[in-house]
């Protein structure tokens, strides 16, 4: 899989941790919004994790982007329960975060066939 191709499939990651970067207090305020604990530590994990595992992945430093594709794989899934818990919500909410979550599982998908790949090399 081509460089450049990795770089797309982790676009979102990757911007969402430099603008995270840059404003790192709207990332801790979301954390706490949904009600998650040491808001200010799970920002900077998160942050971390965005911008290290895309770069593995588009980098596949090492022979280690198929860590980068299952650590933001796994993360991706996570913000499911804790951030677009669909069932919780009335409609049209409820619909609403049921796309986003249906999005988010796309996400994975293409993040598992990216690991399979950078493993199988």
């Excluded at 942050?47 to 593995?56: H, K, N, T, V």
């Excluded at 594709?69 to 677009?84: K, M, R, S, V, W």
């Amino acid at each position: 899989m081509d460089m450049g191709l990795r770089a797309v499939l982790t676009v979102l990651f990757w911007s969402a941790g430099i603008f995270g970067l840059f404003n790192f207090s709207a990332v801790a305020a979301e954390a706490q919004a949904i009600g998650l604990p040491n808001e200010r530590l799970l920002a900077a994990a998160t942050i971390a994790l965005q911008l290290g595992g895309s770069l593995l992945v588009i980098s596949n430093f090492a022979g280690f982007g198929w860590c980068g594709a299952i650590a933001l794989a796994l993360f991706t899934l996570l913000t499911i329960p804790f951030g677009h818990a669909f069932w919780t919500f009335a409609e049209p909410r409820r619909t609403a975060e049921l796309h986003i979550a249906l999005e988010h599982l796309t996400v994975v998908g293409g993040l598992l066939l990216c690991a399979y790949y950078l493993k199988s090399r």
